[in-house]
Nanobody
Framework: QLQLVESGGGLVQPGGSLRLSCAAS????????IGWFRQAPGQEREEVSC????????HYASSVKGRFTISKDNAKNTVYLQMNSLKPEDTDVYYC???????????????????WGQGTQVTVSS
């Protein structure tokens, strides 16, 4: 069974850090593009960052560039999203999504991805 499981969300003060994990089972992340998205209630799901299947290509939304870092550990079959200098406006449910057989590119649109995790809540508040 193909599955993605996010973890690492929680409550953090403004300026703090969190590291989200996206662990895959039933398929390999080597050669699979991964996207991180976030969504608030009643809002569109928006891309945060993505990484290509090879790990050589990444993309960041302008709102998180310089603060968030995406990385991939193929040995652990896990993708990470390191989030620093968090702001209240980063509060959302964060989802990871997978597109197998996408070695060289990743995609900014949620409709490009085939598999989704259940999401993890990130709350930035004092």
């Amino acid at each position: 069974q193909l599955q993605l499981v996010e973890s690492g969300g929680g409550l953090v003060q403004p300026g703090g850090s969190l590291r989200l994990s996206c662990a895959a089972s039933g398929f390999t992340l080597d050669g699979t593009a991964i996207g991180w998205f976030r969504q608030a209630p009643g809002q569109e799901r928006e891309e945060v960052s993505c990484i290509s299947g090879s790990g050589a290509s990444t993309h960041y939304a302008s709102s998180v560039k310089g603060r968030f870092t995406i990385s991939k550990d193929n040995a652990k079959n896990t993708v990470y999203l390191q989030m620093n200098s968090l702001k209240p406006e980063d509060t959302d449910v964060y989802y990871c999504a997978a597109l197998p057989r996408s070695v060289h590119v990743c995609f900014e649109f949620s409709t490009d991805y085939e598999y989704w995790g259940q999401g993890t809540q990130v709350t930035v508040s004092s």
